[in-house]
């Protein structure tokens, strides 16, 4: 059984193809088109399809998945043996309830905290439980640049390296604001995995997105490290086990 998952967000969307559980093909595009899913399902010989998006605007895609793949439209009703209190399902975003099932059927019987650290940075935590009462949605990296630029008269807008090693000292106005949104955005990571260690000694946590490759590496020295685990795919995971439920 071929499975093809889509997730839509807000500068990328991401494609992947898996063979029953196993990942066995990953796209990532600025822009999706039909023809790149057309191209897919008649490579692969897709049979079943599911899409995530932070938009709304996704009934063309449903149409072309439901013509040539057995589609299961994906919302947060769809749970399993998950227990959720959030107060407005209709508003949770569903990438953040794909992880949630990811770390639900990956993680089993673990507190998880699942760190997404993309356009935004979200933490949200599923219990050993099964319980998920919700999270925190903060400010991304490079969402962080572009708001000292555009609220201030005189900071640039500056570009930083993904694959930079550490993070410099603020000797001149461009390290400064590179370290400040950097090491700024690791405190407050470093400060949500405390909080959530004191309630689940535990806790397993979980980084992925565009930017948590960068900032797995740069959590290597913390306290944390050893609970810290890189998932770049949990997402589109999560997706994948929503069309087995």
């Known amino acids: 059984m071929r499975n093809l998952v889509v997730d839509i967000g807000n500068t990328y969307s991401k494609i992947a193809v898996f063979e029953q559980k196993e990942l066995i093909h990953f796209l990532q595009l600025k822009k999706l088109e039909e023809k790149d899913l057309l191209k897919l399902i008649a490579e692969y010989q897709i049979e079943n399809s599911t899409v995530s998006s932070v938009g709304n605007e996704i009934n063309h895609l449903e ?54 650290a993309g356009t935004c940075i979200t933490y949200d935590v599923l219990t050993a439980k099964n319980e998920y009462f919700g999270g925190s949605i903060s400010l991304g990296l490079n969402m962080r640049f572009k708001a000292l630029n ?8 500056v570009n930083w390296d993904k694959e930079q090693e550490r993070i410099e000292e603020g000797s001149n106005t461009q390290n400064a604001i590179k370290r400040g949104v950097l090491q700024g955005a690791l405190n407050e990571i470093e400060g949500f995995i405390a909080i959530e260690h004191k309630r689940n000694k535990d806790l397993k946590v979980v ?20 609970q810290i685990t890189h998932e770049p795919y949990l997402v589109l995971k999560g997706l994948n086990e929503v069309i087995t439920l």
């Open 150 to 157: 555009h609220y201030t008269g005189r900071l640039p807008l």
């Open 207 to 226: 980084l992925t997105g565009g930017d948590s490759l960068f900032l797995t590496k740069q959590l290597k020295n913390s306290i944390f490290a050893a």
């Open 63 to 116: 149409i072309l998945l439901n013509k040539h793949t057995h589609y299961t439209r994906f919302t947060t009703e769809i749970m399993g043996s998950i227990k959720s209190h959030y107060e407005s399902p209709a508003t949770l975003g569903l990438d953040r309830w794909a992880k949630v099932i990811a770390a639900h059927c990956l993680y089993k019987g673990i507190n998880t905290l699942m760190i997404d």
